[in-house]
């Protein structure tokens, strides 16, 4: 079916260790999105992509990497985990134009002991 | 960002009655909103949106009021259901802006049997 899936949906990791989320869109949307959700803060945008090979930084960018080589996926590499990255991932994408809703992933709740 | 989780506003409503939902959006250029709702364990769920243009939009069982002199937007749910239970949040778009929203604090709505 179409749409939007992120992997995996629960990560525990330890600090120091390099772990990637991926996710995967079938809409063949442009503009993809990649949120952290924690208790007191809401959804803060960390990165942001509007095409294949084009990223930019969201709120909250520090300590994370992205890539789009294709445009249908937009993985989210955390180089060296740390405890307050502990949170609930949101992947989300968007067609081009104005007045575009994003669509969202289900999420992944990473740990990061 | 906005405070959710702990911090949530929480409506409570007799299962069959009418919901509203009031959100104050913050930018007076914004001109696309759109309302989303999440449930426990899920991504954010695209209800329904309303352009600048309009003041009112109705969708199945909800309704999306804009009132741009004050800045606020309200989502109206008939006749509520137990499967109405979550947590609701507003975002705003503005043209120049690109795809990028920005969220409300959200609200959440318990429908009581």
């Known amino acids: 079916d179409a749409g939007i899936t992120q992997s995996p949906r629960y990560k525990i990791t330890e600090t120091g260790r390099q772990v990637t989320l991926m996710c995967h869109q079938t809409?063949?949307?442009?503009?993809m999105f990649w949120y952290r959700q924690d208790l007191g803060h809401g959804l803060r945008l960390i990165y942001y992509s509007a095409a294949a090979d084009i990223t930019d930084k969201g709120e909250v960018p520090d300590g994370y990497v992205v890539s789009r080589s294709k445009t249908e996926n937009f993985p989210l590499t955390l180089e060296s985990a740390t405890r307050s990255q502990t949170s609930v991932y949101f992947c989300a994408s968007s067609g081009t134009g104005v007045s575009q809703p994003q669509h969202f992933g289900d999420g992944t709740r990473l740990s990061i002991l | 960002g906005e405070s959710v989780g702990l911090h949530l506003p929480t409506l409570s409503v007799q299962e069959g009655d009418n919901s509203i939902i009031n959100c104050a959006y913050s930018n007076s250029a914004s001109d696309y909103f759109i309302w989303y709702k999440q449930e426990s364990g899920k991504g954010p769920q695209f209800i329904i949106d309303i352009r600048s243009n309009m003041d009112k939009r109705q969708g199945q069982r909800v309704t999306v009021l804009l009132n741009k002199t004050v800045k606020h937007l309200s989502l109206q749910i008939a006749a509520t259901q137990p499967g109405d239970s979550a947590v609701y949040f507003c975002?705003?778009?503005?043209?120049?802006?690109?795809?990028?929203?920005?969220f409300g604090g959200g609200t959440r709505l318990m429908v009581k049997p």
């Open positions: 809409w063949s949307h442009s503009y």
């Open positions: 975002a705003e778009n503005w043209a120049m802006g690109g795809n990028m929203l920005t």
